[in-house]
């Protein structure tokens, strides 16, 4: 909690002096200007007993601390076209003791803790006339163990009395992960004993389909569609399993996985104080899950600068057709795994949110639009909690 409340005052100070700087946004301009900038930290916290790293079994512990900055600028062309472009930052860093199982025979390894950068980029193309977006982005992710690199497509169209829209979007990952093997299952060592890893790759494909409807003024409606295919190396190369003879194996998937998420949303303005949002998803997969979310927020206006928004997140699923707890597979088993992830499970999430926004300003600041702190108490059915705090900020 010390980092990330000294990560908020870095924050604040970093916004004071953007609150000097950002231009009037009450007219429209040719010119590249900064429209919106939002900071987010949170601290999250985990407990369990099913470590995927030894084979199902052993401390889940993990904290991670993360914080990411969101640039969004502006412009109009020589068309009206109103042109956004969106540049955000990510920064995580974590410690997990199950990571640090990865060798065995190790007080405290190097995998204990690692950091992972994402940054990203948006283009967006709007013209407000006609009804018509365009976007395109592309994103990057490191970590030790891990790389991917993104690239995405997108449009989406309103109808004439501007109360519907159907989008679509296209998205591509190219992945490269490092076979961080089981320390008692490495084999490749240079000429000064050290350790050489190889590599595999891993890609997928999504496409997205939605349609958002204006019923009324209090109720507002969406459909979702996806499909996504990965094929690739699709297992964790450092998750062990352990068969009914003892010996230990690498987790092994099939190199392929098609999923199919539908979903479907509503929010109904109970007055101009109560909000109910809710969501609800199917998934379905041909490894063998499929699973239910349930989401419901109430987002409650107390005064005309100040609400709270409880939520609640229920979620089920069953388990993959390779799973099977610790020591409990065999030989016969052509795919294997023990990861806890893939098994049968119920979760609840249960939190709220507070948010300031007022007109002048959070604490009288012009351009600090909003804060929010939201927190969270995450529960599965299988001897597993967490729980997270978020900051965010917004200057507009």
Known sequence: MKKLFLTALGIAALLKTFSQQLPDSSFQSRKLKIDEINLVSSYYNQNGDHAAVTGGIGTQQLTDIANVIDVKLTKYDRK???????????????????????????????????????????????????????????????????????????????????????????????????????????????????????????TTLAGSLSWSQVINKNLQVAFLADIVHQQGFLSLPFYRVYFTDGSVHQEKLPDNRLKIPLGFRANYFLGDRIIIRTWYRYYKDDWGISSHTVNIEVPVKITSFFSVS?????????????????????????????????????????GAGIRLAPPNGVFGVKHWNMLEIRYGHYTKNINMNANIISLNIKYK
């Open 80 to 202: 009206l076209r109103k042109h956004s472009f969106d540049l955000e930052l990510g920064i995580d860093h974590y410690t997990s003791a199950s990571s640090d199982k990865i060798d065995l025979k190790a007080n405290s390894s190097a995998s204990h803790a690692d950091t992972r950068i994402y940054p990203s980029f948006t283009w967006t193309m709007e013209n407000e006339q006609k009804g018509n977006t365009l976007t395109a982005g592309a994103s990057f992710s490191n970590e030790f163990d891990y790389v991917s690199r993104g690239v995405n497509v997108g449009f989406s169209k309103k109808t004439k009395d501007r109360n519907g829209e159907f989008s679509a979007k296209v998205q591509a990952y190219f992945d490269q992960v490092k076979l961080v093997t089981p320390i008692e299952l490495r084999t490749n060592t240079n000429p000064r004993g050290e350790n050489e890893y190889g590599s595999a790759n891993r």
């Open 310 to 350: 409880p939520f609640y997140r229920f979620y089920n699923q069953t388990a993959v057709k390779y799973f099977a707890p610790y020591e409990q597979h065999t030989a016969q088993n052509e795919f294997y795994t023990s990861n806890y992830d893939l098994s049968k499970f119920n979760s609840n999430f249960l």
